[in-house]
């Protein structure tokens, strides 16, 4: 009995360490298996590492720079101009794309191409055969690309997620604003001027604030563009200037261009019309003699008459009136219409180191002060013959900027402080240095006086709006290209500010190489084209800045309309 349990005992031990033997075996193949797994994992690791060389390029040179922080630009009322936000890019691992074998490169080139048309199913298939690590696809795509993209499911394809600068307004007030590069610093405008300033980490939470109003840019470009076009014109300007502050409300400069898309623009466009172009503004110089003529008592008594019977001859140079009266003139009937002659012979009279010193008080001798660096340099007479002296007087000789002439109108109607302007949000009671006094407040209120009548009787009519007391002067100019005139072709100027009675803002419109309609006569001269562009302007504007028209509010200008010659009445 005893000899059958021990048998049957031994036969159990035997079979559970059959079984314990089974289970090790398993254990082992399992671990085995599992072991070659981590390896054959490893192995492809390896391969894509070390021969292929996939992610590591990727990772020690990351395709997107990290944009820095920067902080907003906005307008005087806070209106955002520039921010910067995240987007999507999208871009291709070539390397990955031959190693993982999942899309036929081939095929994907021809979805590429159909999704992203700015390059051809070749140029896209060499790309993907390339030995390329990454390519960029598309920078700052939109949500329905990245999608269509996705879809596609390439896991070589990579969507990243990227900072950048979006510019709300687009192309409204873009010479101002400017553009940052892809290394994230500023390239144009205010972006470039205060690029240091908008990276500072410790002001990042502080918008730059410009003087700029978005409402009266808009206002401004829309008139600019609508004359530019029905006057054929090749180019346009135009800024708004505050007289007492010298903040720029609104600086224009057609054509434009959009800092977010700036691949599409002519680079032609790029150039700030109103800062970094000169230009010999014709009349509009006039109202600047007279006024240094009347501080410096050459010009004693408005009512002192000039001789304007004929063209005046200097050597072998005549002078000629573009509206000749013939006659014998006073200096309200000078600016009235415009007289070369007269004008010349009273430059003549205050000789050249007067004139001079008038056009340096005026900074014309030097870059426009302003925060940008795209700043032209005047054209200054290398030498100050009686020619010269007479030409420059009217505008013909030397040669400066939109915003030299703006700030130049600024300052002999705000009693006669010359101040730099700024493109920056000041407060009222802000007095820039380098101010200066150039004419005496009394001189000033006898050229806004002056600079009224021009519109309210002569040739600044057209750009008379009812309740606003527009004062102001025309200028045509023949263009000057390649150290000639071209007679053919003209810089249309209208320099005005308004209200008169109190006056608060300047502003000079140019349009370059105007051509005249059927509605014009065809002239395209200032005072048929750029003045009823300067009354639209002030229309829109003058509500927007807090001026309501005032139809029984005037300067009183009896005196110097009895001092306008009037043709006899008819028997």
Known sequence: MSTRIKSQKKKALSSVADILTTSHIRLMVLLILFCCGIAAVIAKLIWLIFITGWGVEERRHPPVAPLQARADIVDRNGRTLARTIDVWSIGIHPRTLQANHISDPDILAANLAALLPERTADEYRKILHSNRSFVFLRRHASPELVRALNMLGEPAIDFLHEPSRLYPEGNLCAHVIGWIGEDGHGQSGMEYSFDKELTDPKRQSEPLALSIDIRVQAAVEKSLAAAMQKYSAVGASAIVLDVDTGEVLAMASLPNFNPNDRSSSDPTAFDNKATLSVYELGSTFKPLTMATAIQDGVVTSLAKRYDATEPLAVGRFHIHDEHAQKRWLDVP????????????????????????????????????????????????????????????????????????????????????????????????????????????????????????????????????????????????????????????????TFAAVFPMDTPRYAIVAMLDNPQGTAETGGYATAGMVTAPMVGDIIQHIGPLLGVIPDPKRDLDLTDLRALLWKPPAKQ
């Open 333 to 492: 009937e000078t600016l009235v219409h415009s007289s070369n002659i007269v004008t010349a012979r009273i430059a003549d009279e205050l000789g050249p180191e007067r004139m001079q010193a008038m056009f340096r008080n005026l900074n014309f001798d030097h870059r426009p002060a302003i925060e940008l660096a795209a700043k032209g340099r005047p054209i200054w007479p290398a030498f100050w013959a009686r020619t010269t002296v007479m030409t420059t007087g009217y505008g013909h000789g030397i040669a400066v900027t939109p915003l030299h002439l703006t700030s130049a109108y600024a300052a002999i109607v705000n009693g006669g402080i010359w101040r730099p302007a700024t493109l920056l949000k000041r407060n009222p009671d802000y007095r820039p240095d380098g101010s200066r006094q150039i004419i005496s407040g009394q001189t000033s209120a006898t050229m806004r006086r002056l600079l009224r009548l021009i519109v309210t009787d002569g040739t600044g009519r057209k750009a008379n709006v009812e309740g606003f007391r527009v004062g102001g002067k025309t200028g045509t100019a023949d263009k000057a290209e390649k150290g000639r005139y071209n007679h053919g072709a003209r810089i249309s």
